[in-house]
T-cell receptor, first 114, second 113 residues
Framework: AQSVTQLDSHVSVSEGTPVLLRCNYS??????LFWYVQHPNKGLQLLLK??????LVKGINGFEAEFKKSETSFHLTKPSAHMSDAAEYFC????????????FGGGTRVLVKP | GAGVSQTPSNKVTEKGKYVELRCDPI?????LYWYRQSLGQGPEFLIY????????DSGLPNDRFFAVRPEGSVSTLKIQRTERGDSAVYLC???????????FGPGTRLTVT
């Protein structure tokens, strides 16, 4: 079985300050891990993915995440928040050797204050 | 190129009615997935197809739900005897093969009154 826990349902940051979204996972297999972003009235967009290569993964729009097996964590960070980063973010683990079925966390809604 | 498309974008139906939701995947993508996103939650897996066959339908909540993909391209999610608890956004995704990045459509918002 596998699961994902996003530790914060809401995060509020000021524009220009760092963003940290926390995610812990549980998986019976070596996981593939993803972060997706969902802007209002838009489809889910992949930010980045970890698939057992480098543990520090860089994604689009300045986001990055670090896979820490000892802590079963995959936290998402960005050094400087922009207003356009306001959205909902999902941490996701893929299931099974083929990585076909995605299991989503509950989401973290990010508010960016000017 | 065109992404994943879903129709209709919104569907309002009465309790007990039958509904069909359509998904057009990215051309050439062999894998197709359905997820359901209830208000305030993350998407939950329903079913996935590899080609024409359902490779994993373990997420379908009960026998009122089923999906088809007869020609290995377009898929239809069918819900019989709808209930108010079926109200959610139904998301479709496709990938070029199992295990690669999934591209999501905009979803169909289903409201059962």
């Amino acid at each position: 079985a596998q699961s994902v826990t996003q530790l914060d349902s809401h995060v509020s940051v000021s524009e220009g300050t760092p963003v940290l979204l926390r995610c812990n996972y549980s998986s019976s297999y070596s996981p593939s891990l993803f972060w997706y972003v969902q802007h209002p009235n838009k489809g889910l967009q992949l930010l980045l993915k970890y698939t057992s290569a480098a543990t520090l993964v860089k994604g689009i729009n300045g986001f990055e995440a670090e896979f820490k097996k000892s802590e079963t964590s995959f936290h998402l960070t960005k050094p400087s928040a922009h207003m356009s980063d306001a959205a909902e973010y999902f941490c996701v683990v893929s299931v099974g050797a083929a990585g076909n079925k995605l299991t989503f966390g509950g989401g973290t809604r990010v508010l960016v204050k000017p | 190129g065109a992404g994943v498309s879903q129709t209709p974008s919104n569907k309002v139906t009465e309790k007990g009615k039958y509904v069909e939701l359509r998904c057009d995947p990215i051309s050439g993508h062999t894998a197709l997935y359905w997820y359901r996103q209830s208000l305030g939650q993350g998407p939950e897996f329903l079913i996935y197809f590899q080609g024409t066959g359902a490779a994993d339908d373990s997420g379908l909540p009960n026998d009122r739900f089923f999906a088809v993909r007869p020609e290995g391209s377009v898929s239809t999610l069918k819900i019989q005897r709808t209930e108010r608890g079926d109200s959610a956004v139904y998301l479709c995704a496709s990938s070029s093969q199992t295990g690669t990045e999934q591209y999501f459509g905009p979803g169909t918002r289903l409201t059962v009154t």
